[in-house]
């Protein structure tokens, strides 16, 4: 009895050392194979794509995701908002840093949210919908029926309206995809349409106010080439206006690692859509040519920054819509930032008509982001490429109006390089 029990034991045991020896193989071979990231080849990499849990909203599971390019390049997004809440690429001598704006827990973009504070709702690395940037006066109209949003910025509708309608609050289906040559996720979200019209004086709107329910998906793929990309589509079941982008703030340095004004940008554009008071282009399409706007050959940010410009003094900073050079109507290049210190380079392509750059003009250091540092103004810069602001209010803009029967598609490109 004794020995054969003995026998059991050791037959238990040695099996365990087999399953450690095979695990620590394992662990060995993928340790080998990370090492090969200096090998840029296809064939060599690891893509994968895991989860963790990362609490609750509402009431609902939320996840953090990790898509891993097995070459170096590494991307967090969690199904909260569809936010990207890490980018970490490599600088020129291959040191990884994470270039994107964040909080390091879900409560930082739950209180972003929900909680007003100095800087105000940033929407970090969010999704944006259904209207990204502003509506004036919160309301359209459309097929001659006037809709009436939520006022969330002054007087305007930005963003979505009042954040339990923006899309960056919602908690997105999320489907994690393994490609051959990428790693895909895969978000969903139902946006219930908003009240009818109603004639003011108002109250706010029972949702969001926008007429129809809109079907989104947004696919974000990390390929091998250390490209970020956003596929969106969406369709309608009734006649809507739309307008999607992402809001991820970029510090090619470093998040947390102080000003972006030493970093250079070009904007494909020759002109811009300047704004009034309330930060509502005023309708007109400028040509860039001698002003600050005209990032037309890559400067650094901060040249012209603080030049008094009018336009300047009323944003704080550049808060504004380019018009984008394109060249047909598919992928076209929108930007090029560079860090001359780290030599991390970022190229944006769009399928949409502008690009606003937002230097991080409200960010008051109140706000403490992933790695236990402060953002303060002009600490990280976005290119939300999208349709003009306000453009359901604006007839020489592009059309944003969405009909049932049509499929609302929006691809973005964040390209990462170095440059020695
Ligand atoms: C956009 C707007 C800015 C600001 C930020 C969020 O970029 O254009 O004015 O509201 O979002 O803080």
Do not use: C
């Not at 390019?69 to 020129?92: E, K, L, W």
């Not at 609050?169 to 895969?186: C, F, M, Q």
């Not at 001698?290 to 012209?304: M, W």
């Not at 209010?393 to 170095?418: A, E, R, W």
């Amino acid at each position: 009895m004794h020995a054969s029990f003995l026998n059991r034991k050791s037959r238990r045991v040695l099996a365990l050392v087999l399953v450690l020896a095979s695990t620590a193989i394992l662990a060995a071979g993928a340790a080998s194979a990370s090492a090969g990231h200096g090998h840029r080849g296809f064939g060599h990499s690891r893509a994968s794509i895991t989860s963790q849990p990362w609490g609750t909203a509402d009431g609902t599971p939320v996840n953090l995701y990790t898509l891993d390019n097995g070459r170096g390049m590494t991307v967090t997004i969690t199904n909260f908002g569809g936010i990207v809440q890490s980018i970490n690429v490599p600088d020129r001598h291959g040191q990884v840093a994470n270039v994107a704006l964040g909080f390091s827990n879900l409560a930082g973009y739950v209180s972003d949210d929900y909680t007003t504070t100095a800087s105000g709702e940033t929407y970090f690395g969010a999704i944006i919908g259904r209207y990204a940037n502003r509506i004036a006066n919160g309301s359209f109209t459309l097929n001659g029926v006037t809709y009436y949003l939520n006022q969330n910025n002054g007087t305007n509708t930005l963003h979505g309206g009042a954040p339990v309608s923006q899309w960056n609050t919602k908690v997105w289906a999320a489907t994690p995809i393994s490609g051959r040559h990428s790693v895909s996720l895969e978000l969903t979200y139902t946006d219930p349409a908003g009240t009818a019209a109603r004639v003011p004086p108002m109250a706010p709107p029972a949702g969001n106010g926008f007429p129809g329910t809109v079907t989104a998906k947004v696919v974000y793929t990390l390929t091998q080439d250390d490209a970020l990309r956003m596929d969106y589509t969406a369709t309608t079941d009734a006649p809507t206006v739309i307008n999607l982008t992402n809001h991820t703030y970029f510090n090619l340095a470093g998040e947390g690692s102080g000003g972006v004004q030493g970093q250079d940008l070009m904007i494909n554009a020759d002109s811009y859509t300047p704004v009034n008071a309330n930060l509502i282009p005023e309708g007109g399409i400028v040509p860039v040519a001698g002003t600050p706007f005209d990032f037309r050959t890559a400067k650094p940010i901060g040249q012209d920054i603080n030049s008094g410009d009018t336009q300047l003094v009323l944003a704080h900073g550049f808060d504004h819509n380019w018009v984008l050079n394109r060249s047909g109507s598919g992928l076209s290049l929108a930007a090029r930032a560079y860090d001359p210190a780290s030599g991390r380079v970022l190229t944006t392509w769009t399928t949409e008509p502008g690009v606003q750059f937002y230097s991080g003009n409200f960010l008051v250091g109140d706000l403490v982001g992933t790695s236990g540092h402060t953002y303060r103004q002009t600490d990280g810069f976005t290119l939300e490429t999208q349709h003009y602001p306000d453009s359901p209010n604006q007839p020489n803009f592009p059309s944003v109006v969405l009909k049932p029967g049509q499929v609302y598609k929006n691809t973005i490109i964040f390209k990462f390089s170095v440059q020695k």
